[in-house]
């Protein structure tokens, strides 16, 4: 059973939060609950970033949430994305979309997100 908590980049100072999802706190704004605070602070985040954990580690251990940007040993790179049959997966960006599946690439590397790296995509796609 995977640990369910989201992540986020603060309204205030873009930085990003992690804990759980506490959702539409009126008037737009979107609230997640800060794991690394001792009271478990609410914290405003931009709700275009939220992202969920996947529940899995890249090769480096660090944990891979929706929006990550993967490469995988083969040179692929790929975007990860919740699908509707309920289960996340990795997308390339070139041509027709492709799916990579993260829990078979046991040597995918996180190598940034779509937030704060979008120039990895296009760099994907070249």
């Known amino acids: 059973m ?3 908590k989201f992540r986020g980049k603060r309204i205030d100072n873009g930085e990003w939060v992690y ?4 959702g539409d706190c009126g008037d737009g ?18 709700p ?6 996947t529940g899995l580690k890249d090769k480096n251990s660090n944990e891979i949430y929706e ?3 993967f490469i995988t040993r083969m040179e692929v790179t790929a975007v990860v994305e919740w ?4 289960r996340f997966l990795g997308f390339t ?7 990579v599946y993260i829990n078979r690439e ?12 979008p120039e990895l995509i296009q760099q994907g796609a070249t």
């Open 29 to 46: 704004c979107h609230e997640i609950c800060d794991i690394n605070s001792p009271l478990g602070t609410r914290i405003e985040v931009d």
């Open 106 to 117: 046991p040597t995918a590397e996180i190598i940034g997100n779509i937030y704060d790296n």
């Open 83 to 86: 699908e509707k049959e309920g």
């Open 48 to 53: 275009a970033t939220v992202g969920q954990f």
């Open 93 to 99: 960006m070139v041509g027709e979309r492709k799916i």
């Open 2 to 4: 995977r640990e369910i």
């Open 19 to 22: 804990g759980y999802y506490v």
């Open 67 to 69: 929006g990550d940007i």
